[in-house]
């Protein structure tokens, strides 16, 4: 959380007026929230780790808005693409372990056709899931 590039994920916005960084911690917190609840044991550094990382695509993805066209692909595209590039990004400023990296890339799913491969992938999407939905309704505290 201390690094540059976790850091500067705070100038990207995610959804509506939510920072990657917001985001991002929001989520690792509610998939930690969710694994208490619902009594799944969980390597918790893991997990963190890998909701802190999921969305560590380095750019804002809204910055692209151009004609409606545009913006329908694009919007389409990043759903696809930025699994893979905060993947490629997160392995080139830290160490990461496969469940760490099963996170950050399966966290789409469905969208990446393989599904998660472990519990801590499965309560990253989860939780990714009700915290984008949360952030764009605007009812996040
Ligand atoms: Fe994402
Ligand atoms: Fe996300």
């Given at each position: 959380m201390r690094s540059d590039g976790f850091r500067s994920s705070a100038n990207h916005m995610q959804?509506?007026?939510?920072s990657v960084m917001k985001h991002s911690i929001r989520v690792a917190k509610t998939a930690i929230g969710l694994s208490h609840k619902l009594g799944i044991k969980v390597s918790e550094r893991d997990l963190v780790r890998g909701a802190l990382l999921?969305?560590?695509?380095?750019?804002?993805?809204?910055?692209?808005?151009?004609?409606l066209y545009e913006i329908i692909h694009f919007y389409k595209m990043h759903g696809f693409t930025h699994p893979g590039t905060a993947l490629k990004n997160a392995e080139r400023d830290f160490d990461l372990n496969n469940r760490q990296r099963d996170i950050i890339k399966k966290h789409m799913w469905p969208l990446t056709i393989k599904p998660p491969a472990c519990r801590e992938a499965w309560l990253v999407t989860m939780a990714d899931k009700y915290c984008s939905l949360m952030e764009t309704l605007r009812i996040h505290h």
């Amino acid at each position: 959380m201390r690094s540059d590039g976790f850091r500067s994920s705070a100038n990207h916005m995610q959804h509506g007026d939510v920072s990657v960084m917001k985001h991002s911690i929001r989520v690792a917190k509610t998939a930690i929230g969710l694994s208490h609840k619902l009594g799944i044991k969980v390597s918790e550094r893991d997990l963190v780790r890998g909701a802190l990382l999921h969305d560590y695509f380095g750019y804002d993805w809204h910055g692209k808005k151009v004609g409606l066209y545009e913006i329908i692909h694009f919007y389409k595209m990043h759903g696809f693409t930025h699994p893979g590039t905060a993947l490629k990004n997160a392995e080139r400023d830290f160490d990461l372990n496969n469940r760490q990296r099963d996170i950050i890339k399966k966290h789409m799913w469905p969208l990446t056709i393989k599904p998660p491969a472990c519990r801590e992938a499965w309560l990253v999407t989860m939780a990714d899931k009700y915290c984008s939905l949360m952030e764009t309704l605007r009812i996040h505290h």
